[in-house]
Nanobody, 119 residues
């Protein structure tokens, strides 16, 4: 099992910045990718960005150039630096970890942290 705990959400004005953190614990040896998803009211959960165990990253077009994913392996912590925030970035942000064992993928989720971009 993998436990994920997000922190760092809050209220920020348009153009501002926030950094989200995701502390991971448990059996992390088979995790091959971690990422951030978000879900706005009335919308489906969408992938924001992810990073593989090898360090490859991908970003949704809507956040490219504004958001940066990073990790601290020693602390088992994933980060999301969000700059130039827009009202449309308002959502609950979820940390995700994908485990691949015996040809099966298992997704683990954090509880989510609210990000609100508003003046």
């Amino acid at each position: 099992q993998v436990q994920l705990v997000e922190s760092g959400g809050g209220l920020v004005q348009p153009g501002g910045s926030l950094r989200l953190s995701c502390a991971a614990a448990g059996s992390l040896g088979n995790i091959y990718a971690m990422g951030w998803y978000r879900q706005a009211p009335g919308k489906q959960r969408e992938l924001v960005t992810d990073i593989t165990s090898g360090g490859s990253t991908s970003y949704a077009d809507s956040v490219k150039g504004r958001f940066t994913i990073s990790r601290d392996k020693a602390k088992n912590t994933l980060y999301l630096q969000m700059n130039s925030l827009k009202p449309e970035d308002t959502a609950v942000y979820f940390c995700n970890a994908q485990e691949f064992v015996y040809a099966q993928t298992t997704n683990f989720w954090g509880q989510g942290t609210q990000v609100t971009v508003s003046s």
